[in-house]
């Protein structure tokens, strides 16, 4: 067996961050102490939730900005910086960002040089579309010294191109970021994993990607979250368990990251990047327009 060329320990927080101004204090407290815990369970790449500093139902576009901070100067991010430093790990969160008089919903990518990147949702999901502009930075990989490191959050991962475009541009992991909300029933199947788990475990497979979900838990002014956070190896299944839909918890997974470059697809004529009939398709779904994409 091959020495593995980039072992990384990833872990996925599962919690339940409050909506309001007064809890943003607490929120981050309990961000950063279950970080904290993911650091001395092992990891050297932990996701936290979407907006998981602020809870994520505002009341309107006045309170959104009232929660919003900048980025990277604003208060959670270099306190997540200051983090990321001290423990020598990748954190990657959500936050509301105030740019101008706009906001975006945000995943930053943290090490233990700082500041790496940031990531605005694309797409926005129900009430979000009120106060939230949809991310204009496209969709970034990140260069790492453990490897290439994309970012999506939640109802990005309804539409097949976001991952799809993150692994044409060499991704290595996918950090996805979620509230996954409760929707009209069926919500869980027989085994007890709900629509999202399956749409990161296919993103996974189909893309020969690696996939850590960090979704949350609870409720906050009558919405009730899913829960159900993972990580999907390449081959599509999760490694290890899926987490609950009403518990606080941490999941782990140790993998060799870059080898979803080279992952096997079952037989020796079959290739998922290589088989892709770019010829017939690229034009109509735009992937060869993107600028990070070879030509």
């Known amino acids: 067996m091959s020495e593995p060329t980039s072992p990384v320990r990833v872990a996925v927080v599962q919690f339940d961050p409050q909506f309001g101004v ?25 996701v ?33 910086i200051d983090f990321a430093r001290k423990q020598k790990v990748y954190l990657v969160a959500g936050v509301a960002e105030l740019d101008g008089m706009r906001l975006f919903n945000t995943g930053v990518l943290l090490g233990p040089c700082g500041f790496i990147g940031k990531y605005r949702k694309a797409h926005l999901w129900n009430m979000e579309k009120l106060w939230f502009t949809p991310g204009d930075l496209g969709f970034p990989v990140f260069d790492t010294p453990i490897g290439r ?30 509230n996954w909300v409760w929707t009209p029933p069926p919500l869980f199947d027989d085994a007890g994993k709900c629509m999202a788990s399956y749409l990161t475990m296919t993103a996974a497979h189909v893309n020969n990607v690696f996939i850590a979900a960090a979704s949350r838990i609870g409720e906050e002014r009558g919405a009730r979250y899913l829960g159900c956070s ?35 697809t079952w037989n020796a004529l079959n290739d998922l990047h290589r088989d892709r009939r770019t010829d017939l398709y690229d034009s109509m779904l735009g992937y060869t327009h993107h600028p990070r994409l070879p030509r």
């Open 22 to 46: 007064e809890n943003h204090e607490s929120n981050l407290r309990q961000s950063l102490e279950l970080a904290q815990e993911a650091v001395n369970g092992g990891a050297n790449l932990i």
């Open 48 to 80: 936290l939730p979407e907006l998981c500093n602020t809870g994520y139902l505002f009341a309107n576009r006045q309170d959104a900005f009232a929660h919003a901070e900048r980025v990277p100067d604003g208060p959670s991010v270099q306190l997540w």
């Open 149 to 178: 490191i994309g970012l999506l959050i939640c109802w990005d991962i309804w539409f097949p191109e976001v991952p799809r475009i993150l692994s044409q541009q060499g991704a290595d992991i996918i950090c996805s970021l979620n």
């Open 230 to 264: 993972l990580i999907a190896g390449t081959h599509g299944w999760p490694i290890g368990a899926v987490a609950s839909a009403d518990r606080q918890e941490i999941l782990f997974a140790d993998i060799d990251l870059t080898s979803s470059r080279s992952a096997p």
